[in-house]
């Protein structure tokens, strides 16, 4: 088939007639044609607001301020961590402009037609946990709402599992509303994200303004020490959270093709991140790193947790209108950062059984079970153990995919190939075992020797599960995103030599007959 490249630099797919019986095509994860890639410069900055104000991020900076950092050492951490994850999100995010795919079929040019899969789930199964810690967040807002306006009835309701019954109910109403939403498939979610964007950060100012005039200006937090200085104790603290601010985004680094594969250009989508991104991201972090720590002033506790500050609050008409901006701002992230992704990787999965729609109910069924409450319940949890661990395994993918298409291909791929059985991104049965095999060393390198700080409770055992690899989990996702990188570039690229020597010689000796469309074949 062939396919089109455009003055910009976009290629076209005009007729998938010849694909469109394959078993690895549907609908949904069809190249987009390009005179429907209209996304602009503004689409995609409202899209990473929406999805940056939300209580997670908020509680992100905020859980610094709760393991002892004054405001400067942890706004440092934020944003180095967020420049730094803008690299591998802005790498990948070229070949969803450039040939309209989806990440799931973006990873098969790397890890064959049937071996995606393990890349685009192991990213599935992570964005379920985090569904599930938004909708807990969302649905813990909606109870702490109603119980300002219903009364202590709602709140002292019978306990149910260690939670109020009410608690459970508004955990269950935010689930539907989520998922009806996402039934409607994902301009739906486009549209939410353009209206609910400039929105979103009235809660957070709200809270930020009543903690500011109670704790009687700035002046007072800005001068709060930090609990661990600038010595050793800082150092120790600083490495883990650094790759726990990246690991926050280095889900959204894969998948970023889910949404560039809609962008007018390469660099309407790029302009749009490099200023949605780092400005958001800091913005919601000195919200909440203000407001937590004049939290802390006011109330003598660190309060980590933006729905349960609100609930401190005195004026129950603030309470009210910081709470339903939290709510919107959450459904906003979830819907685009955790279901969108999710839905694309269960359908490439089953492309001929599973569509957008049924992928995010998927989602949503997966995230009730993890347990977020459970995640989401300690910081030391929330960043060392969840965000630290899975940082360092999708670290791992992104090193295969940057290598891939970068290094190896160059940026140039076959189309139609990505969509054919026993085409060139075929390999093995539909796997490519250098792909896996780097991924596999990337993430041992990473998470091998995950373990649980002294006096924090954990999952892991505190000399690590491989003891020798300890000191690398400090560094987990760098440690995953290198060692992806160079094992996969190192059990490659031998190979790829070898196959273009033999092609010189069978070239040479039949000058007559030359190889049509090598170019496009080879990527």
């Known amino acids: ?115 995606a899969n393990f890349a685009a789930l192991l990213r599935a199964f992570i964005a379920c946990g985090w569904f599930g810690i938004q909708t807990w967040v969302g649905g813990e807002a909606i109870y702490i709402l109603v119980g300002k306006l219903a009364g202590s009835g709602w709140r002292d309701a019978a306990n149910l599992g260690g939670q109020p019954w009410t608690l459970w109910l508004s955990f269950g109403a935010f689930w539907v509303v989520q998922m009806l939403i996402s039934w409607r498939g994902m301009e739906a979610v486009r549209r939410l994200e ?90 919601i972090s000195i919200v909440a790193i203000l407001t937590t720590s004049g939290g802390a002033l006011l109330y003598g506790e660190t309060i980590w947790d933006p729905a349960k500050l609100a609930d401190k609050f005195s004026s129950p008409v603030l309470v009210v209108v910081a709470l339903v901006a939290l709510v919107l701002a959450t459904v906003s992230a979830n819907l685009a950062a955790n279901v969108v992704s999710p839905s694309y990787d269960f359908s490439n999965a089953f492309p001929r059984r599973i569509t957008f729609a049924v992928g995010g109910l998927i989602t949503g069924v997966i995230g ?76 041992v390198l990473a998470v091998g020797g995950a373990y649980t700080a002294p006096g924090s409770d954990g999952p892991f055992p505190a000399d690590g599960l491989i003891p020798v690899l300890k000191p690398l989990y400090d560094y987990s996702w760098v440690a995953g995103l290198v060692g992806g990188f160079v094992v996969y570039l190192a059990l490659v690229l031998p190979g790829r030599a070898t196959e273009s020597h033999e092609t010189k010689e069978e070239t040479s000796e039949q000058p007559g007959e030359g190889r049509v469309g090598t170019a496009a074949m080879d990527g």
């Open 1 to 115: 088939m062939s396919q089109i490249s455009q003055p910009d630099g976009r290629v076209d797919l005009p007729d998938l007639s010849p694909i469109r019986p394959s078993r690895f095509f549907n609908d949904e994860l069809a190249p987009v044609p390009v005179g429907k890639r209209t996304w602009t410069t503004y689409n995609y900055f409202a899209l990473w607001m929406g999805m940056a104000h939300n209580i997670p991020s908020y509680a992100l900076a905020a859980s610094l301020i709760a393991l002892g950092m004054n405001w400067l050492q942890a706004l440092i951490t934020i944003t180095l961590g967020n420049l730094i994850v803008l690299i591998p999100t802005l790498a990948n995010s070229h070949a969803g402009t450039k040939y309209g795919i989806p990440f799931p079929v973006f990873a098969r040019a790397f890890y064959g037609i049937r071996g």
């Open 194 to 283: 353009n209206w609910t964007a400039p929105l979103v950060s009235v809660g957070f100012l709200i809270l930020l303004a009543y903690v500011l005039i109670k704790a009687g200006g700035i002046g007072p937090i800005l001068s709060e020490p930090s609990k661990l200085g600038w010595g050793p104790d800082f150092w120790k603290t600083f490495a883990p959270s650094l790759m726990a601010m990246i690991a926050f985004w280095s889900t959204l680094s894969l998948n970023m093709p889910d949404f560039t594969r809609f962008g007018g250009s390469q660099a309407k989508q790029v302009r749009g991140q490099i200023l949605g991104l780092p400005t958001t991201m800091t913005f």
């Open 368 to 443: 009730i079970l993890i347990q977020p409450w459970t995640l989401y319940s300690d910081p030391s949890i929330y960043i060392f153990a969840w965000l630290g661990f899975y940082g360092g395994i999708l670290g791992a993918v992104a090193g295969v995919l940057i290598a891939g298409y970068w290094v190896v291909r160059r940026t140039s791929l076959d189309l139609a190939g990505l969509y054919t059985e026993r085409g060139p991104y075929w390999f093995r049965a539909g796997w490519n075992w250098q792909a896996l095999v780097a991924t596999l060393a990337g993430a």
